[in-house]
């Protein structure tokens, strides 16, 4: 099933280091990689006859020498024309007004990662910030008389709620990331004119929702929602009403600042979560894409909010060029309109962890993992998310290269002594070689203190798709690059990016995605159960 090699290569992720990538840690920008579900081809060799073979062969060792290349051209490449543009331009914090940003001819913009907003195909980046950006860069350029001499935008995604906590430390300049323009965020910071049109923040319902008539029906009722999001401010805002009309409040769950609102939605249409605040345009993202969504245009949380650039206070040159910049060049004019609609056609979802067959098969399969998870000190979620991941939890799955089942292990994988499970023709065996390779594969390569225990299963899944060896290479090239080798995301993902492309990423991305989403189901069932428990059912 993970035959398809997908070219997406990381370059410009340099930028995104030190003490920027400490802040972030391995809390990664979850709905940033989520959105690298693209897949564009297909090989005859499949990854997983790669990493397995490697396992096999008797040349495998522990701490064999890896292969390694020279990054200096790609260091010189990805800064060359920027003065001072060595890595610790970009660990070090500054603050400062367009002028600083001028002198050391650097604007440095805080955004998130997501396909149609900025993402990288290939060494391109792309998407509506980016180009938007670049356009910025050009309007600065030329009105700072730079010429040849000039003033370069860079990208840094991070996580939400990282945004203005970066911002403010001095870790960018500017965020670009679709921030409605608040009263609590401005008190923290200034914003540029708005760049869209009045947005609406409105409910979307799934098929798990309860039936509701108006706005006031969810008195009592839990939303999920981002801390950092402005949804949080308006339930905030609806709960003050309903204190005022003695009703029962609006119940905040926090959940992961990793999910963007399309993660939100995905769940809301899987039934995972009832309902979700959104900015109404989103929807339309997801017009025939989750026909189980039901947009409530009528539940209305908030009107006429805006969206802008965010900068630091005091910033009043930044704030002069942003303004005349997006006078020109916002959403509505003849740029901004083509960009929307270049842009908003480019999102390419997979299907959906919790739909339909697929989480069925969850629920059949479920105690089989928590078996093995338990036997070999994996979280059984996880490793049910890694099954999907390889085969939609399906063991009729064969790969071109002979991989069998759940966990597309190619048989001589499994017959090897390091498994030793040589039937894996059905359900049980299958999951029981997978659950084992994988710890194998842990214990044998990332059996260090240095390695949090989160860390060490997701280089194990990298392993498990792209083999061992690779991996002690990337490890190699990530500390070389300034990178944490201990660390998968934001570290390691960025080196086995540049170096294998997108399908490793995704890989592991796409397996803590359906990870979260699993775990969220269980704790659902959870809360259900014990629901139903206190009330004698």
Known sequence: MMACKIACIFDKLIFCKGDLLRMTGSYRIL?????????????????????????????????EPPVEHSLQDDDSTLTAGIPNSGTAVFNKTWTGDLDVMEERRVIRVLTVYGVGRYYLDGPQEKGITY???????????????????????????????QLLPALQAGLGDIVVAG????????????????????????????????????????????????????????????????????????????????????DLIEMVNAGLLPWAIVDAYKTQLWDGVFNDLVVRDDIVFRTGARIAWAFRKNSPLLEAAANEFLKANRQGTLFGNILVNRYIRDFD??????????YKRFERLIDIFKIYGEKYGVDYLMVAAQGYQESRLDQR???????????????PTAADPKVGIPDIESEEPNIHAGVKYLQY?????????????????????????????????????AKKMGYDPNRWFDNV???????????????????????????LAAEQQIRRQTAREAAGI
């Open 441 to 477: 594969l842990r214990n044998r390569y990332f059996n260090d203190p240095d390695i949090a225990p989160v860390d060490r299963t997701l280089l194990a899944f990298a392993a498990y798709n792209a083999g061992p060896a690779r991996m002690i290479n990337l490890r190699a090239k």
């Open 349 to 358: 979802w997979a299907a959906n962890a919790l739909a339909g067959e697929g």
């Open 131 to 161: 180009e938007m950006l670049k356009r910025f860069e050009d309007h600065v350029n030329e009105q700072l008389g730079r010429g040849h001499m000039r003033v370069h935008v860079v990208f840094l995604p991070v996580t939400r709620d």
């Open 493 to 519: 993902e960025v080196a086995a990016a540049k170096e294998i492309g997108r399908e490793t990423v995704q890989y592991v991305a796409n397996i803590y995605k359906y990870y979260i989403a699993y775990r």
């Open 397 to 411: 799955v064969r790969s071109h290269a002979g991989a069998v089942g759940i966990m597309q292990l190619l048989p």
């Open 31 to 63: 709905h940033l990689v989520i959105a690298l579900i693209l897949v564009v081809a297909c090989s005859d060799r499949s990854p997983e006859a790669t990493a397995q073979e490697e396992v096999v062969a008797s040349n495998i060792v522990a701490g």
């Open 179 to 262: 921030l409605s323009i608040t009263p609590e965020r401005k008190e923290l910071i200034d914003f540029s004119r708005p760049s869209s049109k009045p947005v609406s923040e409105i409910l979307v319902t799934g098929p798990s929702a309860a039936k509701l008539t108006s706005i006031d029906d969810l008195a009592g009722q839990t939303i999920y929602l981002r801390h950092s999001s402005s949804y949080r401010e308006s339930v905030e805002e609806l709960n003050q009403r309903f204190t005022r009309e003695g009703k029962p409040l609006v119940v905040i769950e926090h959940i992961s600042e990793m999910l963007e609102d399309d």
